[in-house]
Each structure stands twice: as structure tokens, then as C-alpha cells.
């Protein structure tokens, strides 16, 4: 027997692939100023307004780390600021592309290498045009998936073991 209401053609297929949808460009500084509201004593429902997004999408970023700020957000050993663009320099890469600004310029203002100016650039211009359009949107949502790690932590996937280290650390 064979499923009915499906054709033959969307059964012998894999599934539809979803959209990764609208490139979350500022979601990185929002939910940085939400968990340091948070850290302050507020409301999920305050600090995402102070953030700049609705209540609900806080609670939502609340729920979906288990209550604690997620790693990639956690300052590591060495300074993600230092290491990786930042997007308001991605945007003043893209500000100072349009102008027709020189590659060491761009990388003297920003106070980064020219190599790392020039990779940006060649690894996110779109070329369809014929010619090299960098933009910053698509290279900070370009940035931000290459960033994401393949797994949630342990914290947030395990509720049992959240709330036995929450109650140890609160001594």
C-alpha cells in the first residue's frame, strides 16, 4: 500500500528544504544587550525591550538557552572583537567599497590587516553583476552561520542537569 494525498513524484524525493529565512545581521548586539539586562536584574520582557525587539522574542531567547546566556556569547580566552569583524565594520568595509575606497585605506581606518580586509571582501562580494557588490548584510549572515555550532549545550538540552548546577552555584 502507498500513502495516499502525496504524489508519487513528492514521495521518491527528499522534503522541501526550509528558508533560513531573513539574515539575523543585528541579532548579535540585541541579544547581548538582552542577557546583560538580564544579568542586571530585569525581566525577559524588559530587557528585550531595552534591546530593541518585542517581549515575546525575549521570552522566547530566554526559554530556548534554558535561562543562561549562550556560549557563543561568553568573552573566550582571546577577544572575539580582535579576531572576527565586527558588523559596523563590515558596514564601513561596504561604506568605503561604494566610495571606491583602496583595499590598505579601508584596512588602515579599521586598524585591521589588508589581508584580512581583502578576504572579506573576495569571500562575500556577490558577483552576478560582473562586478564585486560587497555587502554587509549577507557577509554578517555569512559570518554568523559559519559561527554556529551544530549542537545546543548541555545546559540548555538537559533541564535535570541546569537545575543542579544553578542550585550549586547559588550556594
Same mark, same amino acid.
Given at each position: 500500500?502507498?500513502?495516499?494525498?502525496?504524489?508519487?513524484?513528492?514521495?521518491?524525493? $527528499?522534503?522541501? *528544504?526550509?528558508?533560513? /529565512?531573513?539574515?539575523?545581521?543585528?541579532?548579535?548586539?540585541?541579544?547581548?544587550?538582552?542577557?546583560?539586562?538580564?544579568?542586571?536584574?530585569?525581566?525577559?520582557?524588559?530587557?528585550?525591550?531595552?534591546? /530593541?525587539?518585542?517581549?515575546?522574542?525575549?521570552?522566547?531567547?530566554? $526559554?530556548?538557552? /534554558?535561562?543562561?546566556?549562550?556560549?557563543?556569547?561568553?568573552?573566550?580566552?582571546?577577544? *572575539?572583537? $580582535?579576531?572576527? *569583524? +565586527?558588523?559596523?565594520?563590515?558596514?564601513?568595509?561596504? *561604506?568605503?567599497?561604494?566610495?571606491? +575606497?583602496?583595499?590598505?585605506?579601508?584596512?588602515?581606518?579599521?586598524?585591521?590587516?589588508?589581508? +584580512?580586509?581583502?578576504?572579506?571582501?573576495?569571500? @562575500?562580494?556577490?558577483?552576478?553583476?560582473?562586478?564585486?557588490?560587497?555587502?554587509?548584510? +549577507?557577509?554578517?549572515?555569512?559570518?554568523?552561520?559559519?559561527?554556529?555550532?551544530?549542537?545546543?549545550?548541555?545546559?540548555?538540552? @538537559?533541564?535535570?542537569?541546569?537545575?543542579?548546577?544553578?542550585?550549586?552555584?547559588?550556594?
Amino acid at each position: 500500500m502507498t500513502k495516499t494525498g502525496r504524489r508519487k513524484s513528492e514521495r521518491s524525493t $527528499r522534503g522541501k *528544504l526550509n528558508s533560513p /529565512g531573513r539574515p539575523p545581521v543585528w541579532q548579535r548586539e540585541n541579544l547581548c544587550r538582552f542577557w546583560r539586562g538580564v544579568a542586571a536584574g530585569h525581566s525577559s520582557e524588559v530587557s528585550a525591550v531595552q534591546a /530593541g525587539v518585542s517581549g515575546p522574542v525575549g521570552i522566547r531567547w530566554f $526559554r530556548s538557552s /534554558g535561562g543562561m546566556p549562550p556560549t557563543h556569547l561568553a568573552p573566550s580566552a582571546t577577544s *572575539l572583537t $580582535r579576531r572576527k *569583524l +565586527t558588523f559596523s565594520e563590515r558596514e564601513e568595509i561596504a *561604506l568605503e567599497c561604494a566610495r571606491g +575606497t583602496g583595499i590598505r585605506a579601508i584596512a588602515r581606518k579599521l586598524s585591521r590587516s589588508p589581508s +584580512t580586509i581583502s578576504r572579506e571582501i573576495r569571500r @562575500n562580494s556577490a558577483t552576478r553583476s560582473g562586478d564585486f557588490d560587497y555587502h554587509a548584510i +549577507t557577509a554578517q549572515w555569512h559570518a554568523d552561520r559559519a559561527a554556529q555550532r551544530p549542537k545546543p549545550s548541555k545546559l540548555a538540552s @538537559n533541564p535535570a542537569l541546569r537545575d543542579y548546577v544553578q542550585d550549586r552555584l547559588s550556594g
